[in-house]
């Protein structure tokens, strides 16, 4: 069963605006990562925030992490066309030598022109 | 760097078959997990691999396996095929695993 809960399911914004996902999961985490998918192909990974981090930034993405809210958000500024996707987050357990991702439902983005 | 291959990219087979897909990770990176990204499911994590053993498994039937050979490939086999199964496989690799994946861009498997 999924682990973290995404919302919104869907938002559609258009260029030049910002995009906030939000993402919740249930257990303690080693770390928590998004990911960016188009149209059902592999997925990228955009950003990694562990478990002792609060904010994280890389590029236009912001990250925030709330572990007593057990809770995650992704930030895209200035957001472009090419940023449409399905947008997951996946928290990382790493229990002693297993490691594994738990995904979330994931957020569809749709940045129009 | 070449990045984490998948193939086939895309199989039709039949209900009852057998399946093989095969994934090569990034040159260096010896975690390879495999997931299974359906509508209804989403994304569900089937097992890794890390120096050909299998660390972690999800919670799959029995006919869901898999091995890593010593130069990291990995394969996974899906035994008696379901309508079911019929989904996107993803393989991710890392060098040790945890940390960032690289995933490749998936295997297409539609059962008929």
């Known amino acids: 069963s999924q682990q973290g809960e995404e919302d919104p399911q869907a938002l559609s914004i258009q260029e030049g605006e910002n995009a906030t996902m939000n993402c919740s999961y249930k257990?303690?985490?080693?770390?928590l990562q998004w990911y960016r998918q188009n149209s059902g192909r592999g997925l990228v990974h955009l950003i990694l925030?562990?478990?002792?981090?609060r904010e994280k930034h890389s590029g236009r993405l912001r990250v925030t992490l709330d572990t007593s809210k057990k809770s995650s958000s992704l930030l895209i500024t200035a957001s472009r066309a090419a940023d449409t996707a399905s947008y997951f987050c996946a928290t990382a357990l790493n229990t002693g030598t297993a490691s594994k991702l738990t995904f979330g439902t994931g957020t569809r983005l749709q940045v129009t022109l | 760097k070449a990045g984490v291959t998948q193939t086939p990219r895309y199989l039709i087979k039949t209900r009852g078959q057998q399946v093989t897909l095969s994934c090569s990770p990034i040159?260096?990176?010896?975690?390879v997990s495999w997931y299974q990204q359906t509508p209804g499911q989403g994304l569900q994590f089937l097992f890794e691999?890390?120096?050909?053993?299998?660390?972690n498994k999800g919670n799959f039937p029995g006919r869901f396996s898999g091995r890593q050979f010593s130069n990291s490939r990995s394969e996974m086999n899906v035994s008696t095929l379901e309508l079911g199964d019929s989904a996107l496989y993803l393989c991710?690799?890392?060098?040790?695993?945890?940390?960032?994946?690289?995933f490749g861009s998936g295997t297409r498997l539609t059962v008929v």
């Open positions: 040159s260096g990176h010896r975690s």
């Open positions: 991710a690799s890392s060098e040790t695993g945890g940390q960032g994946y690289t």
């Open positions: 691999y890390f120096s050909e053993t299998q660390r």
């Open positions: 925030i562990r478990s002792n981090e």
């Open positions: 257990t303690s985490i080693n770390n």
